[in-house]
């Protein structure tokens, strides 16, 4: 079971680390919280299997739907700066600009 738990972290630390130095492009940061929502949704998930206690049992499906909505919005989020900046590069956006 260590290598369950060291495989879903590692999943998440790669997700974080993706997110902090590979932020050229929206898609890519994107997959990167993807990625990490869905690791915490598999360790969320065995853990509460592991623990057989039936309160916990709904906290992996909201999770999972957070992370839907999340993709949703996040998908949303890149076809409008696609199409008002042309581009989906992270240097090419600027928060300050109305």
């Known amino acids: 079971m260590l290598s369950t738990y ?5 999943a998440f630390t790669l997700g974080l680390l993706g997110l902090a130095f590979h932020r ?11 990625g990490m929502m869905l690791s915490l949704f598999i360790a ?7 623990l057989e206690v039936t309160t916990q049992s709904p906290a992996p499906i ?3 739907a957070f ?10 989020l890149l076809v ?5 900046h042309g581009t989906d590069r992270l240097q090419a956006l600027n928060l300050l600009q109305c």
């Open 80 to 84: 409008a700066t696609a199409r008002t």
């Open 6 to 10: 060291f495989s879903f972290t590692s």
């Open 44 to 50: 969320l998930s065995i853990w509460s299997l592991q």
């Open 67 to 76: 992370s839907a909505c999340e993709a949703g919005t996040g998908l949303a």
């Open 62 to 64: 909201l999770m999972l």
């Open 24 to 34: 050229t492009h929206l898609l890519s940061a994107l997959l990167c919280l993807e």
